[in-house]
């Protein structure tokens, strides 16, 4: 089918959820994706952090193939191979005892609110109310289901929606006063995400989240991150939160857990876990034999990706520090490892830079209006960085009205210092 057929039958049949750019992708291999007129484009995206691995990659080829000849599907009502595994090399590599499968990223969210609440029913024994209070951050995302969207401190989400599940406040993302401010006994959680993504990729600092993870540890209630977009290698360690010194409570991860088909987990400690008990909570689809083989074959690849995550995205972080410098139109370059960002001054420039660049073959994305968000496959090469950052050049250059020459930037940046010695950039 073509890519006007296709657009047109679309067009009559689906909700209208999404605004598609106008290419029809047919195969994709390594860092590339060809459209149905065999145009070939360079991935910067990854499907929004899914395909860490790239395209087609052997291991997850083969994995696929093998399981799919065996087993897909037996519901969670019995056991099979592969979910004990993969929960042994999630909990190794998160430094937390216990895992549940689902099937998306909002899904791990909402399975992490209910926790968080029979947590503290459970725990409820001096005969006060319980706690139910959940501290979130703006500037979050957390996903579209209703839970998730309660707990999203981004208006345009959660309006068109409202009533959405009670007893959220959400507290200045980065403010410690305000943390400091708004959380009693009567919180079971504080959410965050340890670097906030669809909100522009922006780290959480190393004050705050110490903050947070001091007043929930004295109080009993939770420390839960959501790491869906920021976990499993994105920043060149396994999660985000092991550039701090915190082990949070609770961890969700998804996007690439099973290189793009769908599987999300929760991770937690064992004194959480024992909150639930057989019925509480549960899924059909949720870790099944297929996604849970493909993502224990990921966890391994992902394991020999991580320095070249971490030097890869130095490289590309400085080559946009570089043109930081160059151009006035930039405000700010923020990120780590393959999680970076440039934002703009404009909406209407980051618009036209990303047509540009798909124009001549790139594929990124932008999010929050005016930033730029580069998520790659673990798998680049200094040379797909050089290509990107060429492009990204000359289209600032052809679409910015300011010009080039930097003057004085309205953003200030401020660096932190992690444990490893590496820097977070996120905005003072
Ligand atoms: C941090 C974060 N949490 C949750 C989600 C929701 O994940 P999903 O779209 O798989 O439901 C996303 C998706 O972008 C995300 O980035």
């Given amino acids: 089918m073509s890519l006007a057929s296709v657009s047109r039958m679309e067009a009559k049949l689906l909700l209208p959820t999404y605004e598609r750019q106008p290419i029809l992708f047919v195969r994709g291999r390594g860092v590339y994706l060809w ?12 499907g929004i952090g899914v395909n860490a691995l790239g395209h087609n990659h052997p291991a997850v080829q083969s994995a696929i193939k093998r399981q799919a000849g065996r087993l897909i599907h037996v519901s969670n009502l ?3 191979e592969y979910q004990a595994e993969l929960a042994q090399m999630l909990t190794q590599i998160s430094g937390l005892d216990r895992a549940f499968f689902c099937n998306s990223g909002t899904e791990a969210w909402e399975g992490a609110l209910k926790l968080a609440r029979a947590f503290a029913q459970k725990n409820n024994t001096n005969g006060c109310k319980p706690k139910t209070r959940i501290l979130a951050m703006e500037n979050s995302f957390h996903g579209r289901t209703f839970g998730a969207l309660a707990t999203t401190g981004q208006p345009k989400y959660r309006a068109p929606f409202v009533p959405l599940l009670p007893g959220v406040t959400f507290v200045k993302f980065n403010d410690l006063d305000d943390l400091q401010r708004k959380f009693d006994s009567s919180v079971c959680a504080v959410c965050i995400e340890t670097i906030q993504g669809e909100g522009g990729i922006c780290p959480v600092d190393r004050e705050f989240l110490e903050l947070a993870s001091r007043l929930t540890k004295q109080s009993g209630a939770l420390l839960m991150l959501d790491e869906i977009q920021s976990g499993l290698g994105r920043t060149g360690r396994h999660f985000a939160y092991q550039h701090y010194d915190v082990l949070p409570d609770v961890v969700t991860v998804a996007k690439p857990l099973a290189c793009g088909l769908p599987l999300g987990a929760i991770l937690t400690t064992e004194r959480v876990a024992s909150c639930m008990h057989p019925g509480m909570h549960g899924t059909t689809f949720g870790g099944g034999p297929l996604a849970c083989a493909v993502a224990i074959e990921f966890l391994r690849e992902e394991k020999k990706l991580l320095k070249h995550v971490r030097s890869l ?14 151009h006035k139109s930039i405000q700010d370059v923020r990120g780590i ?3 970076q960002a440039v934002d703009l001054d404009s909406p209407e420039l980051a618009k036209a830079v990303a047509k540009e660049l798909l ?4 594929i990124i994305n932008r999010t929050h209006e005016t930033v730029l ?3 790659a496959p673990y798998i680049i090469q200094k040379k797909h960085v050089d290509q990107l950052v060429k492009a990204l050049d000359a289209a600032l250059h052809k679409h910015s009205e300011s010009g080039n020459k ?11 210092a992690s444990a490893h010695g590496e820097e977070i950039h996120a905005h003072a």
């Fill in 373 to 375: 968000r580069f998520l």
């Fill in 35 to 46: 459209d149905s007129q065999g145009k070939r484009y360079l991935d910067f995206l990854s």
């Fill in 78 to 80: 019995f056991f099979h």
């Fill in 337 to 339: 490892g393959l999680m």
């Fill in 406 to 416: 930097r003057t004085d930037k309205s953003t200030k940046k401020k660096r932190l």
């Fill in 359 to 362: 124009q001549e073959g790139i």
């Fill in 313 to 326: 995205g130095e490289y590309f972080h400085a080559a946009l520090e570089a043109l930081d410098r160059k």
